[in-house]
């Protein structure tokens, strides 16, 4: 299967001002490596505030003014510049993003999904497709004529996954797509997924929402202050978690309510508090003299990578 998206060594950071003119960089995200394949979901589990959103719309080219990226964001193969993420975006690149605040309220549901064509037939012709997916998600040809106020947080949330999906993407990047939907829609929502993956679709489903990753996803790459520690496979998150790699991902795991609850102990080093050596140094049962100084890098180990010191040869 072809890589839809290949992310390597990714690094989003801010130049804060401080005190007259002080300034220091906020490291947000450090070094992000993933990719995604045609007919593959791949979730990146991180908690809130880790840089997740920003993660997207480095993907989208949507980042804000101030940040700086660097690394590399390739699209089957072929580096992204800023004009390519333009180019693809909303055609073979398409975001489902987190907030419903990215629909314009003052557009009608339609002409925004739709967006703007010049010629007449085209216009016609993309209209009869996105009713057709519109109707697919259960939205009337009343929602058409609508605003954004007039829906409810459930259509809303349909609305923008069949907008992503009305210029056939061959990646779809989803921001946070279940939080504060019920039971019922979030089920829906993961079905969408699904039903992308079976077509083909390659979907990088961001989330802080470990049973969605593990619902869906077929792979799960796991992000720790700034950093992916472990890319696991979702069936890793298995019995005592013994396949699992890291020892945070095998916290998370045991964390699971079904697995006891048993949470460790410490936070997570967010933007700045950030120390050499490995980042999950001061919380780690498993640590060693090397780790404290030292930076462990994301190693292949087959199917999954791994960041620690642990996994290297004569540890
Ligand atoms: N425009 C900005 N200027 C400075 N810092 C920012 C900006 N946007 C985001 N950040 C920083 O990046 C962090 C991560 O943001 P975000 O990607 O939204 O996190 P997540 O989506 O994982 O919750 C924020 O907590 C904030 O510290
Ligand atoms: S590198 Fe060391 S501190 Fe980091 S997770 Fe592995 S054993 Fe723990
Ligand atoms: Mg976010």
């Known amino acids: 299967m072809e890589k839809v998206l290949d992310v390597e060594n990714v690094s989003i950071s801010f130049i804060q001002y401080t005190q007259g003119l002080n300034q220091r960089e906020l490291k947000v995200i450090t070094d992000l ?38 690394g590399k964001i390739s699209y089957k193969g072929k580096e992204l510049s800023q004009e390519d993420k333009e180019e693809l975006r909303g055609k073979e690149i398409a975001l489902i993003p987190q907030s419903v605040n990215f629909l314009d309220p003052l557009m009608k549901i339609s002409d925004q999904a739709i967006g703007h064509i010049d010629s007449k037939e085209e216009k016609a012709e993309k209209k009869i497709k996105q009713r057709e997916i519109f109707e697919h998600y259960n939205l009337g040809p009343d929602v058409d004529e609508m605003y954004p106020f007039q829906l409810s947080g459930g259509m809303a949330r349909r609305v923008l ?35 992308m993956k079976e077509d083909g679709v390659g979907v990088l489903l961001i989330t802080h929402d470990i049973h969605a990753a593990l619902e869906v996803a077929d792979r799960i790459g796991i992000f720790y202050s700034g950093y992916v520690i472990e ?35 410490g936070h997570q080093p967010l933007h700045g508090e950030i120390q050499e050596g490995c980042p999950y140094y001061s919380r780690c049962e498993m640590r060693f003299e090397r780790c404290k100084n030292e930076r462990p890098q994301l190693r292949d180990m087959g199917d999954k990578k791994i960041r620690c010191f642990k996994y290297e040869e004569g540890e």
Do not use: M, W
């Not at 990146?44 to 980042?63: D, E, N, P, Y």
């Not at 890319?231 to 998150?237: H, N």
């Open 231 to 265: 890319i696991a496979k979702a069936e890793d998150f298995s019995g005592d978690g013994e396949n699992l790699l890291h020892p945070y991902t095998k916290s998370l795991y045991k964390a699971l309510p079904a697995n006891g609850f048993e949470l460790v102990k």
């Open 161 to 195: 996954v069949s907008t992503a999906l009305l210029s056939d993407p061959k990646l779809v990047v989803a921001d946070e797509p279940t939080p504060g939907l019920d039971e019922k829609t979030v089920e829906e929502t993961l079905n969408h997924f699904r039903h």
């Open 33 to 70: 490596t993933l990719d995604v394949s045609e007919g593959e979901i791949l979730a990146v589990l991180g908690s809130s505030g880790s840089g997740k959103s920003l993660l997207a719309h480095a993907i989208f080219g949507i980042l804000p003014e101030n940040a700086n990226l660097n």
